[in-house]
T-cell receptor, first 112, second 116 residues
Framework: QKEVEQDPGPLSVPEGAIVSLNCTYSNSAFQYFMWYRQYSRKGPELLMYTYSSGNKEDGRFTAQVDKSSKYISLFIRDSQPSDSATYLCARPTYSGNTPLVFGKGTRLSVIA | ETGVTQTPRHLVMGMTNKKSLKCEQHLGHNAMYWYKQSAKKPLELMFVYSLEERVENNSVPSRFSPECPNSSHLFLHLHTLQPEDSALYLC???????????????FGEGSWLTVV
């Protein structure tokens, strides 16, 4: 199964910047996507769960799906050094014995 | 603190050693997973247990041997590993049996393995 395509970075931004993290997918039938955040030397944790029908906002984080271009994005407003982590997008499989397929992750560094 | 606990967090072993990684989930989930995470590679699914039954072995070498004694515990037994097996090994669980769409995967903190 083809994983979601994700630029591994690293991406380095100054504190306060707006960050855009992106993934592309191939099958327009996917109905939901997830973003996970992984701090250094920790396991991934679920950050946001978004349906393909629209955007979802949670504090400084916004997840967006563009079905026409098969693009999913995670925006971080007013980025903080504590946002420095690797961000992984994931898509459903609808088959087999694992519910999700993950991208390689994008490493983000927010510089104070 | 996640609902999935892994021990040990760090492990250094020689190529002739035998060791085990342990995972316990406190979430009442029905599926458990082992993933391998190496630098610059996506998460690699290794094994899936659903309702305590192994349902997937993703072409993993026999030097890795999983065990699931009950729905809350999962082990990964390691034997005669190679240096290229050095990686972060992540245990995870999900509420519904494996293969159910809409499942969210919850990860443990991982066990860092170094093979020397």
């Amino acid at each position: 199964q083809k994983e979601v395509e994700q630029d591994p970075g690293p991406l380095s931004v100054p504190e306060g910047a707006i960050v855009s993290l992106n993934c592309t997918y191939s099958n327009s039938a996917f109905q939901y996507f997830m973003w996970y955040r992984q701090y250094s030397r920790k396991g991934p944790e679920l950050l946001m769960y978004t349906y393909s029908s629209g955007n979802k906002e949670d504090g400084r984080f916004t997840a967006q799906v563009d079905k026409s271009s098969k693009y999913i994005s995670l925006f971080i407003r007013d980025s903080q050094p504590s946002d420095s982590a690797t961000y992984l997008c994931a898509r459903p499989t609808y088959s087999g014995n694992t519910p999700l397929v993950f991208g390689k992750g994008t490493r983000l560094s927010v510089i104070a | 603190e996640t609902g999935v606990t892994q021990t040990p967090r760090h492990l250094v072993m020689g190529m002739t050693n035998k060791k085990s990684l342990k995972c316990e989930q406190h979430l009442g989930h029905n599926a458990m997973y082992w993933y391998k995470q190496s630098a610059k590679k996506p998460l690699e699914l290794m094994f899936v247990y659903s309702l305590e039954e192994r349902v997937e072995n993703n072409s993993v070498p026999s030097r890795f041997s999983p065990e699931c004694p009950n729905s809350s515990h999962l082990f990964l037994h390691l034997h005669t590993l190679q240096p290229e097996d050095s990686a972060l090994y992540l245990c995870a669980s999900s509420q519904d049996p494996a293969g159910t769409s809409g499942n969210t995967i919850y990860f443990g903190e991982g066990s860092w393995l170094t093979v020397v």
